[in-house]
């Protein structure tokens, strides 16, 4: 799918292409043309022999592009590649040469240092040099055109690679996600709780949420914060009185963009590992603020009694930070965001910078 996307888009650029060979060639015709009119004080007769002349050019120089140097320059056949050039060359002097000695002046070197009506060495190296200018240009600008285009393929591909690992990464979320909360809602089933009504009301509105509309790069601030409130409603569901959220916002969130499910990977992981594993009332402290067009976000969770709660963070399959890491190097500037995760004094801290203009 991609490949086909970003081929189609560099067939579009190739078709281009007959059009500028038009314009080129014509600019170049008119311009030979005027050129050597000027300098014989004959332009009747420069007409005629570039008339002869150009079809010659553009053989060789398609010739050249087209054939020559991907079946042999392109594959290291140097030798093979100079010889073959060399002798087309010969070969068009030969074809150039009869042409305006029978259709134009038997006189076909006038610009030469003496009147040739057959073929000399001088003759021949002067239109093989002649002709080599021409082929050294256009093989040139076909060059530059293919690397302009090539380079534009590659962007291209990059960016639908990026667009794709972004998706994926979050489908990771989604998925993780509800297994957990599927899961709380299965330990409420088995204890006949009337809290799983509820429960899975508040699981419904969350599925749509992250089915339907998180999408695209970037989402509504103020709706990734109510996503996060249904999931805090979720927990402290389950958890009832062993639970305590203070969840503070400032600023004008308004009108702002963030990249979808970014705080809430945050969140959740305050949960699965913090309140997840802790006995006894947990306390998480979630504040909010955007100043000066960035978010200022930052979560404290009680640390569980494990050696490494990093490693603990960062396993299963890349779905905790690394995940998170991930998402925010494909969809920001390294400018745009600062990441610091601090566990220090049994509290685990994540201060989240980010661009929300």
């Given at each position: 799918m991609i490949s086909n996307k970003v081929r189609g888009k560099a067939n579009g650029i190739y078709n281009l292409t007959l059009g500028y060979h038009i314009i080129f060639w014509s600019i170049y015709f008119l311009f030979n043309t005027f050129r050597w009119g000027s300098y014989f004080n004959d332009y009747v007769y420069s007409l005629k022999t570039n008339i002869i002349g150009f079809p010659i050019h553009m053989i060789l120089c398609y010739l050249n592009i087209y054939l020559l140097m991907p079946v042999f320059l392109y594959k290291k056949r140097y030798f093979t590649y100079i010889v073959m050039l060399v002798s087309s060359l010969f070969v068009m002097v030969i074809v150039k040469f009869n042409l305006t000695y029978f259709l134009v002046s038997h006189n076909v070197w006038p610009e030469g240092p003496e009147v040739v009506n057959e073929i000399t060495l001088n003759y021949s190296i002067d239109m093989m040099i002649g002709e080599l200018y021409v082929i050294a240009f256009v093989t040139a600008i076909k060059t530059t055109f293919d690397w302009i285009v090539e380079h534009r393929r590659v962007a291209d591909l990059e960016?639908?690679?990026?667009?794709?690992?972004?998706?994926?990464?979050?489908?990771?979320v989604s998925p993780h996600f509800f297994f957990n909360t599927l899961n709380n809602i299965y330990s409420l089933a088995i204890e006949k709780s009337?809290?799983?009504?509820?429960?899975?009301?508040?699981?419904?509105?969350?599925?749509h949420y992250l089915l339907?509309?998180?999408?695209?790069?970037?989402?509504?601030?103020?709706?990734?914060?109510?996503?996060?409130?249904?999931?805090?409603?979720?927990?402290?569901?389950?958890h009832a009185e062993n639970l305590e959220i203070n969840m503070d916002i400032?600023?004008?969130?308004?009108?702002?963009?963030?990249?979808?499910?970014?705080?809430?990977s945050f969140v959740e992981n305050a949960f699965k590992h913090g309140a997840k594993k802790?006995?006894?009332?947990?306390?998480?402290?979630?504040?909010?603020?955007?100043?000066?067009?960035?978010?200022y976000f930052r979560i404290e969770n009680p640390s569980p009694s494990i050696t490494n709660f990093k490693e603990q963070f960062e396993k299963k399959g890349g779905i905790g930070l690394e995940n998170v890491k991930k998402r925010l190097s494909l969809g920001y500037a390294d400018d745009e965001y600062e990441l610091k995760i601090q566990n220090e004094n049994k509290m685990f801290t994540v201060n989240f910078k980010i661009y929300v203009k």
């Open positions: 960016k639908l690679q990026m667009e794709t690992e972004l998706r994926f990464l979050r489908m990771q009337d809290k799983t009504p509820k429960l899975i009301l508040k699981l419904s509105e969350l599925m339907y509309e998180t999408k695209k790069k970037r989402q509504n601030l103020e709706k990734e914060i109510l996503c996060i409130q249904n999931y805090l409603d979720l927990e402290r569901i389950r400032s600023g004008d969130i308004h009108n702002k963009k963030i990249a979808p499910m970014i705080l809430l802790n006995i006894g009332k947990i306390k998480i402290d979630i504040s909010l603020e955007v100043r000066d067009n960035y978010l």
